[in-house]
């Protein structure tokens, strides 16, 4: 669904991405690990069409520089920034029903899913963005995501900062999420989460793949470890 070949970023003489290769199959959910500054987020801002490359980036055949934004959501792609991007002075119920502005085809039926899925944003639903923990905001943001009706889902670190019983309402969320069949790209500092979620990992190191492999073989590689924490 995703192929990215021989990608190259860089921010002025800073290079943040040199000569990466990854490629996400439709269905499964492939984790991109790595320590601060390895270039997570700056795979995840290329690959939405934020960032200029070199190399190439095909999302079901398009090439993201050739790509405007809107496209690729009309074409199934969501992505999740660590930033959240909320509009903090809208409402939990508003920030939601942007996320369907390109699709609002049965936009209160996808509105009641992820209610479903967050019991606690149904609850906050007139509440201000701006006022919510930072769980209840990455919930948001996860909840924004669907309400595009995505099948191909880029989220960059949703673990980030929570604590532990927030973590497992959003590891019980994206579980649920991986049922619906949507692709996703979990990029992860959290090795414990991506194990846990995603079928297959590469390891990003200085803006290069260090390793890749399944979940199996990289759960016990030294080098996976030495970096993440174990
Ligand atoms: P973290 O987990 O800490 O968010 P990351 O893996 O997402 O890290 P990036 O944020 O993509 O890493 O950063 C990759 C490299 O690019 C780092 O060396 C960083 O300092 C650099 N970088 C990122 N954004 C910019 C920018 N706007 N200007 C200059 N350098 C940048």
Do not use: W
């Not at 920030?95 to 944003?121: A, C, H, K, M, Q």
Request: include cysteine.
């Amino acid at each position: 669904m995703l192929s990215v070949s021989d990608l190259s970023v860089s921010y002025g003489k800073v290079t943040a991405l040199d000569g990466v290769d990854l490629d996400v199959p439709s269905g499964e959910t492939i984790g991109v690990i790595g320590p601060n500054g390895a270039g997570k987020s700056t795979l995840v801002d290329t690959i939405g069409g934020f960032l200029d490359y070199e190399g190439s980036i095909t999302y079901r055949g398009l090439e993201v520089s050739e790509t405007d934004t809107p496209t690729l959501i009309e074409n199934g792609l969501f992505y999740c920034t660590e930033r959240r991007d909320l509009f903090g002075q809208m409402s939990v119920e508003q920030n939601l029903r942007l996320g369907s502005y390109l699709n609002d085809e049965g936009e209160d039926e996808r509105l009641e899913e992820v209610f479903d899925l967050f019991p606690r944003l149904e609850e906050r639903r007139s509440q201000e963005a701006e006022s919510l923990s930072g769980g209840e905001q990455q919930m948001l943001s996860l909840g924004r995501g669907l309400m595009s009706d995505p099948e191909f889902l880029v989220l960059d670190e949703p673990s980030i900062g929570l604590a532990p019983v927030v973590l497992d309402d959003i590891s019980e969320a994206l579980t649920s999420i991986q049922e619906l069949d949507v692709t996703i790209l979990l990029c992860e500092q959290n090795l414990t989460f991506a194990l846990e979620h995603a079928d297959r990992l590469t390891l990003l190191e200085n803006g290069t793949v260090q390793r890749s492999g399944t979940t199996a073989e990289l759960q016990s590689d030294e080098l996976v470890e030495s970096y993440i924490g174990g």
